[in-house]
């Protein structure tokens, strides 16, 4: 099945320090590509879409300057934590669906972000 | 975005089916039934998805209500693996007329299945 790889898996910084995380789908094309962030015993809340050369749409209340996107590619995008506190220390996972699977979304299996 | 509707928790037994219900009474006509399951500290995982008729793939069941306001997800055996949260969502289909994609999936806070040995 379609795999998405998802890197770091866990990764410590100190605050005002930036991170970036990888998301690539691996064996297809990825149209769009999604971000959540998910807290301790919360459901996840979906930060922003991105479609392949196109700028994200970020849902309301997500930081667009603090929580950088770049799908450059149709199998890469990256989330940029910029300048991370101690409150952005959260599970981010990211989703990516499939050209020829359009209603199915395949999953990273997340970063565990902490920040000291 | 239509709103779901799931209990907070479910128990079972390993081996027997398990049925995990799912309201969702302000659906719209195009908006797709899905099922995600996720284990700890991982990712989501795709279990099924339809739009109006029972689906059966090699995870699970999923059986639509005839007005669409309800559905419910069906684990014929239950496994000590089966053991995770379940989220019921709808979303729209993913292609607009322009051919921009869009379909985001929003969670819920799911049910968690607890499966006994």
């Known amino acids: 099945g379609a795999v998405v790889s998802q890197h770091p898996s866990r990764v410590i910084c100190k605050s005002g320090t930036s991170v970036k995380i990888e998301c690539r789908s691996l064996?297809?094309?990825?149209?769009?590509m999604f971000w959540y962030r998910q807290f301790p015993k919360q459901s996840l809340m979906l930060m922003a879409t991105s479609n392949e050369g196109s700028k994200a749409t970020y849902e309301q209340g997500v930081e667009k300057d603090k929580f950088l996107i770049n799908h450059a590619s149709l199998t890469l995008s990256t989330l940029t934590v910029t300048s991370a506190h101690p409150e952005d220390s959260s599970f981010y996972i990211c989703?990516?669906?499939?050209?020829?699977?359009?209603?199915?979304?395949?999953f990273g299996s997340g970063t565990q972000l902490s920040v000291l | 975005d239509a709103k779901t509707t799931q209990p907070n928790s479910m128990e079972s037994n390993e081996e027997e089916p398990v049925h995990l219900p799912c309201n969702h009474s302000t659906i719209s006509g195009t908006d797709y039934i899905h099922w995600y399951r996720q284990l700890p500290s991982q990712g989501p995982e795709y279990v099924i998805h339809g739009l109006t008729s029972n689906v059966n793939n090699r995870m699970a069941s999923l059986a639509i209500a005839e007005d669409r306001k309800s559905s419910t997800l069906i684990l014929h055996r239950a496994t000590l693996r089966d053991a995770a949260v379940y989220y019921c969502i709808l979303s729209e289909s993913p292609w607009d007329a322009g051919g921009t994609s869009y379909g985001k999936l929003t969670f819920g806070q799911g049910t968690i299945l607890t499966v006994h040995p």
């Open positions: 064996d297809f094309q990825a149209t769009t």
């Open positions: 989703s990516a669906r499939n050209r020829g699977h359009n209603e199915k979304l395949f």
